[in-house]
């Protein structure tokens, strides 16, 4: 069967870009016992992906080239030789940038069922998958806020954002966003519950710090840091003592370029606490992190946003959009 995919093909000098990636014919080998035929219906387009796109040293190892660009799916198994699963089951996994993948159904977490009932299979990519988790880490376990307190996230109307907010919603806490646009605060303040979002467009830290002054009156307790730079800033300067940070994401950093930070000391003056944490390092919480997220989405509480490219050719231009903060929530390709 005839497997189109797409390859990292060379790598990125500074910003990326599509001529970094092939689009590729293959061949899906038989299946030997104890695999499963994956056919997808959704891949995910995620900002680590550019990290792994380097050869640098970074948490991840780097994406090969001339291989199928790494990252997670959702789709439906079609031909199974493995007990564990029969053909029509909804699954989600890491099969990467292509149409169909292989998957040895006997490795510990490659493959994992889901179900449809309720929550749409694409959510699992999303607010129900590792961004929920990614989400539900550094809010439970890094920020850990008392009802009441006030924590801030920024790059607050994507997958991680949205899902940052409804969490600390559902734990009594005052939430306040950064997002690029008039739409998309409107969006996490209206349907998703945040309590005030600052639009950073066009603001160095000290313009965005008075913003922030005003959307959380009592100080900052907890912050969710995706972007970094002058949004990192800004927060620094409003933090109360014993605040917490739970470091996810330099979107800011990732052609390579250092980012600065203005205000370090303040991580002293306030005896802050800053953590960086990798959610794939903690498999332990995914299952009651999973619960917690797939409740909030199938009982209609938190909606999800999404933003869908249509066909696999459609996934370099819809990658490099999300890095420019083109996407509106969750970024996925649709290939069926």
Known sequence: MQNRQIHLDNRPKGEASASNFKLVTAETPALADGQVLVRHHFLSL??????????????????????????????????????????????VGMGGWQEYSVVDADQVGMLRKVDTTHVPLSHYLGAVGMPGV??????????????????????????????????????????VG?????????????????????????????????????????????????????????????????????L??????????????????????????????????????WPQALQELGQLVGSGKFRPRESVAQGLESAPEAFLGLLKGRNFGKQLVKLV
């Open 46 to 91: 995620d900002p680590y992906m550019r990290g792994r796109m380097n050869e640098s040293k970074s948490y991840a190892q780097p994406q090969p080239l001339g291989q199928v660009m790494q990252g997670g799916t959702v789709g439906e198994v079609v031909e199974s030789r493995s007990p564990k699963f029969a053909a029509g089951d909804k699954v």
């Open 248 to 285: 996810c994401g330099m979107i800011a950093g990732y052609d390579g370029q250092p980012v600065p930070m203005t205000y370090p000391q303040l991580l002293l003056v306030n005896r802050v606490r800053l953590e960086g944490f990798i959610v794939s390092e903690h498999m332990e919480v």
């Open 134 to 175: 990614t989400a539900w880490y550094g809010l439970v376990k890094i920020i850990d806020p008392k009802p009441g307190q006030t924590v801030m996230v920024s790059a607050a109307s994507g997958a991680v954002g949205t899902a940052f907010g409804a969490l600390a919603k559902a734990r009594g806490c005052r939430v």
């Open 178 to 246: 950064i997002a690029g646009g008039p739409d998309k605060c409107k969006y996490v303040v209206e349907e998703i519950g945040f309590d005030a979002c600052i639009d950073y467009r066009g603001k160095d830290a000290y313009a965005l710090s008075k913003e922030i002054a005003q959307a959380a009156p009592d100080g900052v307790d907890g912050l969710f840091e995706n972007v970094g730079g002058v949004c990192l800033d800004a927060v620094m300067l409003r933090m109360n003592a014993f605040a917490r940070i739970a």
